[in-house]
């Protein structure tokens, strides 16, 4: 407020500027004209509060780093179990993003229905089987392999798709 009216502002706009009411403006311009800044320091009035977590904030941000955690409510139950302070949701999503930490939706891959055994046992079949043969033609300088996803062509090693261009025979091996 006090700098606005140095720079030249009329007294109105400095306090639109600062967010404050104008007979605020005008108190703290009386009061800084008696005791400089040390008497608008303790004149008592309160500032915007700040967070009970604030004083815990690296202390969330490394443990929230270091295990992420799946869903809001379990970010609250962590900060609650470290600090002590109970927050909700809402006030817990405020607070991380103010410590600059985001949230990221994580889905899992989708698995045919059949149990986790069965499906293991069967891509184990198929990089024994299908793909290991292939990449090893490619090493050996039958071809290449490339890689391909939904958006991406990319010569890679980890994928999910895969075509040999046989160089000898002119023919793709899918």
């Not at 609650?80 to 109970?86: A, H, N, P, Q, S």
């Not at 990449?135 to 075509?163: C, M, N, P, Y």
Request: with cysteine; charged share 25%; aromatic share 8%.
């Amino acid at each position: 407020m006090v700098w606005s009216l140095h720079c030249g502002l009329t007294r109105e706009a400095a306090a639109q500027i600062a967010e404050v009411a104008r007979s605020t403006g005008e108190r703290d311009v009386h009061l800084y004209r008696e005791g400089g800044l040390e008497a608008l320091r303790t004149s008592g009035r309160e500032y915007p509060p700040t967070s009970e977590l604030a004083q815990y904030t690296e202390l969330i941000r490394q443990s929230l780093e270091r295990e992420p955690v799946r869903i809001m409510a379990e970010a609250c139950h962590r900060i609650e179990e470290f600090t002590g302070v109970k927050r909700g949701p809402t006030q817990v999503r405020t607070f991380l993003k103010g410590i600059r930490l985001k949230w990221q939706r994580i889905r899992a891959i989708p698995v045919p229905q059949k149990s986790l055994d069965e499906h293991n046992a069967i891509q184990a079949k198929f990089l024994e089987d299908e793909l290991n043969p292939v990449l090893e033609a490619a090493q050996s300088g039958w071809g290449h392999v490339f890689f391909v996803d939904a958006a991406h062509f990319v010569l890679a090693k980890h994928t999910i798709a895969f075509r040999l261009l046989n160089k000898r025979k002119n023919r793709v091996i899918i």
